[in-house]
């Protein structure tokens, strides 16, 4: 087993290994902010720690962290920085652009003074099977960072990773290293879903490099160069569900265990930690131990809850949401493959990878209640299985409970609670779903409609709002590709042959929830067979309007009554508008900036992170400049981009097409897959 004792020493040979530069520059007079930032790693301090530098994939038992050397990058150079995240360490973006050395200090290759680079060990179960030892095996910990003046953490400190810094323990049969595509993904919606009002990981910095790496991205077998990248994260802890999955015993299924399996005195010591520092409210109020177990896992499931829910009211799909990218603290972590619901399907997959469909938008309330069970497991006997059991059924009526309450916002029913109103949200996502109507798009124009008490004009009419969602809806074509079954061919073809040859045996199967769908989308797909463009937008008219005046007379019921309606209605208009964002990390928009980025210009990079710090206040004048090649039919030309080449010299590109942030995706945008 490797040392689990004295990793300064560890550090020690790691600085005379890692060389001079970090020497040489802490030893300079007149230190910079980034050489300036308090370090007080506490959970390298409480938590044991694997001290060997032994390289390469390994079996790590009875620790928490493993000492790691990151990997330096060839000519590090910043892609864009986040102000708002690095205000969270008391730094500035000037601060950071202007050090020599910012690059280096935020890609892991070169020290920071006071830093201790770490990886973290954890397990897992992915896509549903417990998968053994994972950990971070592109990630590295540099240490926790006193907090800056904007202090919203639950303790006094930050957590700062790289994430792409090179090999560790855990890499497994990986480089260690993340490349631009991905890592401008992490980053920009790390930094929207905080605009968005979600708990997440925050994202201060992205740097490239000159060093490239060779990735199948699609796993076609056309592996291309890529350049390897480093997202700068921050959080106040990345322990997740799977950091407790370490102490997992033989799993029933996979023969696999967790590294320290019987050691469940340091399991004791990771739950007294995550407690007494992001819980320290939990630890005051209970003196039992059970009881503060108890209530900390209750806590957990609490955030769990609102966390998912909120994932739901803005259309976020997270891609691979498996116990080891399940935050502790209820926060949205590791953003590998993810996306925003353009056309609303609850049965929409954000991850190509997912043959199964385990993750779809759907499903995701119930992935996270049956992880915080494979959470509970993990406890042992530190948390009583009943006591686990009557917290976990308490999930969905909270998830339910919020969810509702998020929804209500979304559609300004602000002053009272009916009964009618989980049904109205029902109904109005089966129009979505049926219409194919844009999920971000048709909650924006919601606040639009007026309240009957205090009259139509214009906008406010309802027949002109209708036509304008009509607008943000699928055409015939694309709903008959939306409506093909999912099913394999195969097992589909059995289904259908029984309902001739053995009518009961069908009645039993088609009961089952998975042979529903599919048999509720064949019957909707032979509807559109047999209809037109035109018959179809008279339906789709007709169904929105149906549900819209149901809707205007719940408005009236949020009037009736107040002295003055048309202020109530000013209000409720207001919240909608700061409640549904005009603009949401697309796919296609995220797309769009990497291609600019990979061809050496990250100015779009930075412009879409500007937009996405105010997703709901976007100039209807700015519009994202399309990278060459992608062709809409709703695109204009007219903009001039400065194309900002690697080599530092600007080249003009004439006639770009352009698109507003917050349109209809484009056709070519169906296209895009993500992995």
């Known amino acids: 087993m490797a040392p689990i004792r004295n990793y300064s020493r560890g550090m020690r040979t790691y600085l005379s290994r890692s060389g001079s530069l970090a020497l040489t520059m802490m030893a300079q007079a007149g230190q910079t902010p980034l050489q300036r930032l308090r370090f007080n790693n506490v959970a390298l301090?409480?938590?044991?720690?694997?001290?060997?530098?032994?390289?390469?994939?390994?079996?790590?038992?009875?620790?928490?962290?493993?000492?790691?050397?990151?990997?330096?990058?060839?000519?590090?150079?910043?892609?864009?920085?986040?102000?708002?995240?690095?205000?969270?360490?008391?730094?500035?973006?000037?601060?950071?652009?202007?050090?020599p050395h910012g690059p280096e200090y935020l890609s892991g290759s070169a020290l920071l003074p006071g830093s201790e680079p770490a990886a973290h060990c954890y397990c897992g179960h992915q896509f549903g099977v417990f998968a053994g030892q994972?950990?971070?095996?592109?990630?590295?910990?540099?240490?926790?960072?006193?907090?800056?003046?904007?202090?919203?953490?639950?303790?006094?400190?930050?957590?700062?990773?790289?994430?792409?810094?090179?090999?560790?323990?855990?890499?497994?049969?990986?480089?260690?290293?993340?490349?631009?595509?991905?890592?401008?993904r992490e980053f920009l919606c790390s930094e929207a879903?905080?605009?968005?009002?979600?708990?997440?990981?925050?994202?201060?910095?992205?740097?490239?490099?000159?060093?490239?790496?060779q990735r199948d991205a699609f796993y076609s077998g056309n592996p291309r160069p890529e350049r390897c990248s480093v997202v700068l994260r921050i959080a106040p802890t990345f322990i997740r569900f799977g950091s407790f999955e370490i102490f997992n015993p033989a799993d029933d299924f996979t023969g696999r265990q967790g590294p320290s399996a019987g050691l469940h005195d340091i399991r004791a010591q990771l739950l007294d930690y995550v407690i007494e520092t992001f819980y320290p409210e939990i630890k005051t109020e209970h003196t039992d131990r059970k009881a503060r177990n108890a209530a900390f896992f209750r806590e957990v499931t609490v955030q769990t809850a609102r966390l998912v829910a909120l994932w739901q009211s803005v259309g976020f799909c997270h891609g691979v949401l498996n116990t080891d990218n399940m935050s502790i603290l209820g926060l949205?972590?590791?953003?590998?493959?993810?996306?925003?619901?353009?056309?609303?399907?609850?049965?929409?997959?954000?991850?190509?990878?997912?043959?199964?469909?385990?993750?779809?938008?759907?499903?995701?309330p119930y992935v996270c209640r049956w992880n915080l069970a494979r959470l509970a497991e993990a406890l042992g006997s530190e948390l009583q299985a009943s006591t686990?059991?009557?917290?976990?059924?308490?999930?969905?009526?909270?998830?339910?409970?919020?969810?509702?309450?998020?929804?209500?916002?979304?559609?300004?029913?602000?002053?009272?609670?009916?009964?009618?109103?989980?049904?109205?949200?029902?109904?109005?996502?089966?129009?979505?779903?049926?219409?194919?109507?844009?999920?971000?798009?048709?909650?924006?124009?919601?606040?639009?409609?007026?309240?009957?008490?205090?009259?139509?004009?214009?906008?406010?009419?309802?027949?002109?709002?209708?036509?304008?969602?009509?607008?943000?809806?699928?055409?015939?074509?694309?709903?008959?590709?939306?409506?093909?079954?999912t099913m394999e061919p195969r097992e589909l073809e059995m289904i259908l042959s029984m309902a001739e040859t053995s009518p009961g045996l069908f009645n039993m199967t088609a009961n089952?929830?998975?042979?529903?769908?599919?048999?509720?989308?064949?019957?909707?797909?032979?509807?559109?067979?047999?209809?037109?463009?035109?018959?179809?937008?008279?339906?789709?008219?007709?169904?929105?309007?149906?549900?819209?005046?149901?809707?205007?007379?719940?408005?009236?019921?949020?009037?009736?009554?107040?002295?003055?309606?048309?202020?109530?209605?000013?209000?409720?208009?207001?919240?909608?508008?700061?409640?549904?964002?005009?603009?949401?990390?697309?796919?296609?928009?995220?797309q769009n900036a990497i291609e600019w980025a990979e061809n050496g210009d990250f100015s779009e990079v930075q412009r879409l992170l500007k937009v996405l710090e105010n997703p709901y206040s976007v100039p209807p004048d700015l519009k994202q400049p399309i990278w060459p090649g992608k062709k809409g039919s709703c695109e204009t030309k007219g903009s001039t981009r400065q194309s900002v080449m690697d080599s530092g010299e600007k080249k003009g590109t004439a006639d770009t097409v352009c698109l507003p942030y917050h349109t209809k995706p484009p056709e070519w945008a169906r296209e895009i897959c993500v992995t």
């Open 388 to 485: 686990a059991g009557s917290i976990l059924d308490e999930f969905m009526p909270l998830y339910r409970n919020f969810y509702l309450g998020n929804m209500r916002r979304k559609l300004g029913l602000l002053r009272r609670e009916e009964p009618e109103d989980e049904e109205l949200v029902e109904d109005l996502l089966k129009v979505m779903h049926n219409t194919g109507a844009d999920f971000t798009n048709t909650f924006r124009l919601l606040s639009s409609v007026c309240c009957p008490l205090v009259g139509e004009s214009g906008q406010g009419d309802v027949g002109t709002v209708v036509d304008l969602i009509l607008e943000q809806c699928a055409s015939l074509e694309e709903l008959k590709v939306a409506n093909h079954p």
């Open 512 to 590: 089952r929830p998975e042979v529903a769908k599919q048999l509720e989308k064949i019957g909707r797909l032979k509807e559109l067979l047999e209809t037109n463009q035109e018959d179809l937008k008279v339906k789709q008219r007709d169904d929105w309007l149906i549900w819209m005046n149901r809707y205007r007379k719940r408005l009236t019921q949020e009037c009736d009554g107040m002295s003055d309606p048309a202020g109530v209605d000013k209000e409720r208009v207001r919240i909608m508008d700061s409640t549904n964002p005009a603009v949401v990390l697309r796919n296609y928009i995220a």
């Open 134 to 184: 994972l950990g971070d095996g592109a990630v590295c910990y540099l240490g926790e960072v006193a907090a800056g003046a904007d202090r919203t953490d639950p303790c006094d400190r930050w957590e700062i990773q790289v994430k792409g810094a090179g090999l560790t323990p855990y890499s497994r049969q990986s480089d260690g290293r993340k490349v631009l595509r991905s890592s401008i």
């Open 193 to 213: 879903m905080f605009a968005l009002g979600i708990p997440t990981t925050r994202a201060g910095s992205l740097v490239t490099s000159d060093l490239y790496v």
């Open 45 to 99: 301090r409480k938590l044991p720690v694997d001290a060997s530098l032994e390289r390469g994939s390994r079996t790590v038992r009875g620790a928490c962290f493993s000492l790691v050397e990151p990997q330096p990058l060839l000519r590090p150079r910043f892609v864009a920085v986040s102000p708002r995240a690095l205000a969270l360490l008391g730094l500035s973006a000037e601060d950071v652009l202007t050090d």
């Open 332 to 364: 949205t972590i590791d953003y590998g493959p993810f996306g925003f619901m353009d056309r609303y399907d609850p049965e929409f997959v954000s991850n190509a990878s997912d043959k199964k469909r385990r993750y779809t938008f759907e499903a995701q």
